[in-house]
């Protein structure tokens, strides 16, 4: 096997194209360090079961569809316990922050982690960090227990809060060493998931025996290379409440009109990231939706083929409808200048609320038609779906998580994000997590999935009509036994 590495990437290649992107572990730079024997191997729970430990060779493919001479491709460590820990129990002294915004399960992971480390490896000195990355410098800590912790799976929010903005590598690292801290477990999204990649490499460089790993978390699902984040399951859910009391109110009322928004907004500092996977999921679980509006597929209001048509031709057809419309939706008819936009302390873009916009645009439309009144109602629910306690799954999945960083830490991998991929946990490197972001895709069968159930226009753009329109004017040769008419109904259905 040919193994190459650089601080954050040790790619590791064998035979048939088989790739494994390794994570780093602390020997990578302070060798010769002692092992001990992993507590669990004495604990009478867990050495019943055969198999507990995983092996050092497991990984996990990234793709699980494959063909026959296809290369085996690129692999993840898996995670779980080792025979072998770097730390004993009581030498462990951890720290959990959560950054970013609110998330459903945030305070589950907390929980997990500080019972994992508890009752898993015996190790008591656990600090949580209050306020995000700045509170590892300008605010006190709390001591976490597992009797501090019990009941928290039960509450939204995070008991440690949160922040935007505020990072300084070197404030935090000082902080770190100065409290003798060794595990550090940071809890956040994209933008988190970045700044744990810096305080990793800074670590590094002055040589400390501190793992640093992060745990991906937020609503939007944006997050590369995992099956799916924590918490957005318990999101899609609650977001059906809102759907639904839109569509009770629509049908409640002749020619009615549901208008729902939902997160999902433009992340990046210039320009087009862009993620709608709330409003498409929510959507495809609820059916009552009959045009879902979101960032990665622009839509227009006026003309042929534009939402103020459809709405009418569905008004009419069934006498009510509803939408739903991701915050970083059709943000380019808002503004011409998204550039000119304000940010929020982590360099977000704080976006106009498109919902209230719409809802107005339609109703100033309708207006202008006699006989054709319509009722409108516009439901917000944005807050109300991240703030909620996890569900049943998402405990799961946030458990299960927390005690794979866990294990992946006393083990002492670092520099890693621990995520789900194709349904094992792994430990992924930090550059597959910051690289780029999950956006939905068009073209995937996903969305074609969506417009069937919603049966919406695709809002084919203008330009592409009128091409259309010329193309289907002008002269054309027929095939033989085809007539005109045929031909004209081909091109409208491949629009
Ligand atoms: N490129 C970066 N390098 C270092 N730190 C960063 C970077 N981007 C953001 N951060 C820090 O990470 C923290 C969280 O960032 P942000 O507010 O963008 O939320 P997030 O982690 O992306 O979560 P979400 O967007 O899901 O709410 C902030 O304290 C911010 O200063
Ligand atoms: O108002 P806040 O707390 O900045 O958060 C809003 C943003 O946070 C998220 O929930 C997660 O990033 C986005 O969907 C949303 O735009
Ligand atoms: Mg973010």
Known sequence: MAVSSDSQMKIVNGDAGYVLEDVPHLTDYIPDLPTYPNPLRSNPAYSVVKQYFVHVDDTVPQKVVVHKDGPRGIHFRRAGPRQKVYFESDEVHACIVTCGGLCPGLNTVIREIVCGLYNMYGVNKILGIDGGYRGFYSKNTVTLTPKVVNDIHKRGGTILGTSRGGYDTSKIVDSIEDRGINQVYIIGGDGTQKGVAVIFEEIRRRGLKVAVLGIPKTIDNDIPVIDKSFGFDTAVEEAQRAINAAHVEAESIENGIGVVKLMGRIRALHGVLLAGFIAM??????????????????????????????????????????????????????????????QDASGNKLLPDVGLWLSQRIKDHFSKQRNFAINLKYIDPTYMIRAIPSNASDNVYCTLLAQSAVHGAMAGYTGFTSGLVNGRQTYIPFHRITERQNK???????????????????FPNPKELAEAKKESEAPTQLLDGENKEDQSVKKTFLA
């Open 440 to 458: 939905v895709v068009i073209t995937d069968r996903m969305w074609a999935r969506l417009l069937s159930s919603t049966n919406q226009p695709s």
């Open 281 to 342: 999921y929510a959507t495809l679980a609820s059916r009552d939706v009959d045009c879902c509006l979101i960032p990665e597929s622009p839509f227009y209001l006026e003309g042929k083929g534009g939402l103020f048509e459809f709405i009418e031709k569905r008004l009419k057809e069934n006498g009510h409808m509803v939408i739903v419309i991701a915050e970083g939706a059709g943000q380019e008819l808002l503004s011409e200048s998204l550039e000119s936009m304000k």
